[in-house]
């Protein structure tokens, strides 16, 4: 999916082939960098979207080239998406973690004038947007600058009355900007429930109710109070799609509060039931295990190798279940299992990028 090229002979290639350029942008301690190979740029919808639409580059932001491109494109956090166009004028640009969906999406938001960041800007700073497009400039240049989607947004507070908070753009500043529920943007979801729902739909709703509570239990996931804590779960439960978010969450909250019994319990409850067809989401737990075995004793890292162990042997394992099953192999003294998975890491890095290559034989090396 990407090019290995110069900066300079990136330009010529997408002018030639009348391109945008995709790049990047990474750093090598990044963990949602890391995320985003593993899950998301291997992905085949994503490689064939991008490779029809772009010329893809990833580049690291401490060294070479990547130096130099971080101070022009104003680069702060990884991983940054840059798109670009032959002149290497900035078009559209986004950032974080994200899904294979919500990527793609990203994608045609560069190609879409009305949504790409780089023409929205020259139009704001130009004063040419209304209040509907100021609304949209937030919205895209929250993953990207917060700062300056903070700013563009408390100009939009100034002007706009409940009124307007009744419209679909209005909506969209709820659906995008609510996140915890002290909030007036979650009152005014909550105090007009109906009318948003009868405009966007229940799922939409939901997902920002899902959103809100996440975030509180994400802040509270070490409070001693289990009633507390379950009582947000189950509702949870009425509003969450994912099936993977409460099965963490529940496991999450064990580990995090020393409790090893209850951990073994419960994920072995989630896979045999909710996880039973869901090997990532199972690898995603055991990983998570591996990060508390230690003031857990052994116990914790011994279910971690339950987990993984039903993950890997599913019929085509992914990169990251491969990689998670040869690191806790060799964590719990089962190096021979742990080399040969090892190995098999190595090979299908090879499919994925150099980087992650790289990533495997360390892995691999340091097993040895």
């Known amino acids: 999916m990407f090019h290995e090229d110069s900066f300079q002979n990136i330009l010529a290639l997408a002018k030639k082939e009348n391109k945008l350029i995709f790049i990047d942008c990474y750093t090598t301690w990044c963990a949602p ?18 490779n029809k639409n772009f010329i893809n580059v990833k580049l ?76 949209q400039y937030a919205i895209m240049l929250k993953g990207a600058d917060g700062a300056k989607s903070k700013k563009v947004l408390n100009e939009i507070y100034s002007e706009v009355d409940s009124n307007y908070m009744q419209t679909y753009s209005g909506w969209k500043i709820i659906e995008a900007f609510t996140d915890n529920n002290q909030s007036n943007l979650f009152k005014t979801l909550n105090n007009n429930k109906k009318h948003y729902t009868e405009m966007a739909g229940i799922e939409s709703v939901n997902k920002i109710y899902e959103r809100v509570l996440l975030n509180d239990i994400y802040s509270n ?30 496991c999450d909250y064990y580990l ?60 085509s394992p992914s990169y990251g279940t491969v990689s998670t099953y040869a690191d806790i192999q060799n964590k719990i003294g089962n190096k021979e299992e742990a080399i040969r998975a090892g190995e098999l890491a190595v090979k299908m890095a090879d499919t994925i990028s150099s980087k992650i290559k790289k990533i495997a034989e360390k892995n691999l090396q340091d097993m040895q």
């Open 60 to 135: 690291d932001m401490e060294k070479g080239e990547g130096l130099k491109l971080r101070d022009t494109y104003g680069v702060k956090s990884f991983p940054t998406y840059l798109y670009l166009n032959a002149e290497g004028e900035l078009v559209h640009k986004s950032g974080s973690k994200m899904s294979v969906e919500r990527f793609i999406e990203e994608g045609r938001n560069a190609l879409n004038p009305k949504k790409a960041i780089g023409l929205l800007a020259k139009n704001y700073e130009k004063g040419f947007l209304n209040l509907d497009d100021k609304v």
């Open 33 to 50: 960098c890391k995320w985003m190979d593993k899950y998301v740029f291997i992905n085949k919808d994503v490689a064939s979207y991008y």
């Open 221 to 250: 996931l070490e409070e001693k109070d289990s009633l507390l804590f379950f009582s947000k779960l189950d509702s949870l439960k009425n509003v969450s799609l994912n099936s993977r978010t409460v099965p963490i969450l529940h």
């Open 256 to 315: 995090r509060n020393m409790d090893p019994e209850n951990f073994i319990k419960t994920s072995n409850y989630y896979v045999d039931n909710d996880l039973k067809n869901d090997p990532e989401t199972i690898a995603f737990i055991a990983r998570s295990a591996t990060r508390y075995s230690q003031p857990l004793n052994h116990k914790v890292l011994e279910q971690a190798s339950v987990l993984i162990t039903k993950a890997y042997r599913t019929e």
